[in-house]
């Protein structure tokens, strides 16, 4: 009986145990975003460079809503600083980006100008969810459809579920059957 419950409390324990498997990450840190000092005009660079992204993470946007804005672009867009045909234009100071897929996602300042002062994020995420940078394995991500919520517009999420978080609720799964086999036969 001691046994059975401790086997049972073990499995309990372990079905609830989980990992957080996604991260707000604010774009620039303490910096927020916005155009780039002189004294650290890489700022974007060396952000997405020093952040392990990875599927179901989400990029947070902070600036003041009625000085700028982000708008997600293509890779010729990014490097030309093409501000027009935007995939994804979010303008109220709290935005959000889901990252609900693989590819490289590029973001510039909607306001004219900031683009060519560095005012432009690139970041890629590989199927496994980690990151590369400057990578050209996976094409510009596609539009994304986006609805509006008080943290600005965030892409809809994948209707499957991630492999990652199917491991937890099998464990709970096998652990809440085998509690009640235990129950009953007690």
């Known amino acids: 009986m001691a046994n059975s419950q401790f086997w049972c409390t073990l499995l309990l324990l372990l079905s609830i145990q989980a990992e957080v498997l996604c991260n707000?990450?604010?774009?620039g840190d303490l910096h927020a975003w916005g155009i780039p000092t002189s004294s650290n005009p890489q700022i974007y660079t060396k952000w997405s460079k020093s952040h392990?992204?990875?599927i179901g993470d989400s990029l947070?946007?902070?600036y003041p809503p009625s000085e700028d804005s982000v708008i997600q672009v293509t890779s010729e867009s990014y490097n030309s600083c093409n501000l027009k045909d935007p995939?994804?234009?979010?303008?109220n100071g709290n935005s959000l980006f889901n990252i609900t897929k693989p590819g490289d996602f590029y973001f510039t300042s909607g306001v004219?100008?900031?683009?060519?002062?560095?005012?432009k994020l690139h970041v890629s995420v590989y199927g496994n969810g980690s990151?590369?940078?400057d990578s050209a394995a996976y094409a510009p991500a596609a539009s994304a459809p986006s609805y509006p919520t008080v943290f600005g517009a965030i892409p809809m999420q994948a209707a499957s579920a991630s492999p990652l978080l199917r491991v937890?609720?099998?464990?709970?799964?096998?652990?809440?059957?085998?509690c009640i086999i235990v129950v009953i036969v007690m």
């Open 24 to 27: 707000v990450y604010q774009v």
């Open 52 to 54: 392990n992204l990875s």
């Open 60 to 62: 947070f946007f902070l």
């Open 87 to 91: 995939i994804l234009y979010m303008n």
């Open 112 to 119: 004219e100008g900031r683009c060519e002062k560095s005012q």
């Open 131 to 133: 990151y590369g940078a």
């Open 168 to 178: 937890p609720l099998f464990v709970s799964a096998v652990a809440g059957i085998f």
